[in-house]
């Protein structure tokens, strides 16, 4: 192997022949302004995919060294081998360490749950990877394509307002769950919310129903194990006398449709919806925002 692998200005990989320690086939010393700062290793398995991991000394970890140490490393497995996959693995709480291997063109695909990263040391670590076929990571499709895989992300609900003749609002009894709700559902990838509501109905009760306007936009903080979330509940319109008799319901969601008044509201519906139905019924628009149920502005 040559005596250096790849360089960058003041920073060069060096690889590490007959090393006991080297856990994988192609070790590297990482080496800047000539002193050896950590190492990093590709470990293959003839598969197509490969594993890359990293020690980098702690004070020269926030200076740029591991993020284009990451770099050359990961330029050097494809020109050089086989690989298809390069993929790391990086302790969930290691922001730092994180942040250099999206900067290196890693996306993040998940968190490994309790994974073992010791013999006894178990931790939620992050899962970040790079397929030779990505965009590069400062071309734009690379860039974009990095930032959706790590910006945050939320739910977003879609539930509608469907009323009978005497003003009651239709709510569905749910197999998974005690409270009664607004139909709808969660929102797909590349889904308008408004789009999600007149699928969800669609889908779980087997009629159509058209969208009137946007009554308010309800944020949810964390409940019941739930993560928060953002819901868009649409206004659905007077229902005819009939609808019921013309609903097909999944039975493995909603187990019977009911039109519940006021009365009924605090009994059958979960206490935000409570908050959110009462708001509803006193109000004649524009479209609120509220949190938790209750107006926020």
């Not at 739910?155 to 307002?161: E, P, W």
């Not at 969660?186 to 969208?211: F, G």
């Amino acid at each position: 192997m040559p005596e250096t692998a790849a360089a960058d200005g003041d920073l060069t990989l060096r690889p590490l022949e007959g090393d006991d320690d080297a856990t994988g086939d192609h070790a590297f010393a990482v080496v800047w302004e000539g002193e050896q700062v950590g190492r990093v290793e590709v470990i293959e398995d003839g598969s197509g995919d490969a594993d890359l991991i990293w020690a980098v000394v702690s004070e020269y970890r926030e200076v740029g060294i591991v993020e284009r140490a990451l770099r050359m490393v990961v330029a050097w497995t494809f020109e050089n081998l086989a690989v298809q996959r390069i993929e790391t693995r990086v302790d969930d709480a290691d922001r730092a360490g994180v942040r250099a291997a999206l900067r290196a063109g890693l996306r993040k695909e998940g968190i490994a749950r309790g994974a073992l990263i010791g013999p006894s040391d178990r931790r939620d670590t992050m899962v970040l990877a790079r397929l030779r076929t990505d965009a590069e990571p400062d071309s734009r499709d690379g860039f974009i394509a990095l930032l959706n895989s790590s910006l945050p992300t939320k739910r977003a609900i879609a539930q509608g307002v469907l009323r009978d003749s005497e003003g009651r609002v239709l709510l569905c009894e749910l197999t998974y769950k005690a409270e009664w709700d607004l139909p709808g559902g969660v929102v797909d990838p590349s889904e308008s919310p408004a789009q999600c509501v007149v699928r969800e109905v669609r889908e779980e009760l087997a009629i159509e129903v058209q969208v009137r306007g946007l009554l308010a936009v309800n944020w949810l903080p964390p409940w019941r194990g739930w993560t928060d979330a953002t819901v868009f509940v649409f206004d659905l319109g007077v229902a005819d006398d009939e609808l019921l008799a013309r609903t097909t319901l999944e039975r493995r969601e909603i187990r019977s449709l009911h039109f519940a008044g006021e009365e009924e509201w605090e009994e059958r519906v979960a206490p935000y919806n409570q908050r959110l139905l009462a708001f509803l019924a006193t109000h004649a628009g524009p479209t609120a925002y509220l949190e938790d149920g209750l107006p926020a502005l």
